[in-house]
């Protein structure tokens, strides 16, 4: 099937798991699988979209370089270290074919319970706050 694509847009990943090895097997393994047939391939497709994460980046403190490169990101998180290695495994498709990483925001959707469980309590009146009440959280919808 590779050989007959244009570009390969990659959206699979864990979003939860018990350690990090569960993590890995997903977003690091599974994107190592891809990019192996990905090389194989001939020929090979055009583009390769990696849809990863902003959990990859860990907390920004002076807002300098919001594009890092994965090995200079410092994850908080089992998920967001495993999203930075798959971002990884990725970098062997450099100078093979085109890639772009992105870094979506927390995404949530219509049977997300854990935002369902932030929504509620905002709603009550409760807020949660981050950094003193300072520090933002981004998010969108998936339908957006």
């Known amino acids: 099937l590779l050989t007959q694509m244009d570009a390969v847009i990659h959206l699979a990943g864990k979003i939860k798991a018990h350690n990090l090895a569960e993590f890995n097997e997903t977003n690091q393994q599974g994107t190592q699988n891809l990019i192996h047939a990905l090389l194989k391939a ?13 959990a990859v980046m860990g907390p920004e403190i002076d807002g300098d370089d919001f594009c ?39 995404l949530y959707g219509p049977h997300d319970k854990e935002m369902f469980a932030l929504f509620q309590s905002i709603q009550k009146g409760f807020a949660p706050l981050f950094s003193e009440g300072k520090d933002q959280l981004s998010v969108c919808y998936i339908k957006d």
């Open 42 to 54: 001939s020929p090979k497709p055009l583009t390769y979209v990696h849809v990863s994460t902003i």
């Open 68 to 106: 890092k490169r994965p090995e200079l990101c410092h994850p908080v998180s089992w998920y967001g270290e495993s999203k930075r290695r798959g971002e990884i495994e990725v970098q062997a498709l450099s100078g093979k074919m085109r890639t772009v990483i992105l870094r979506p925001p927390v």
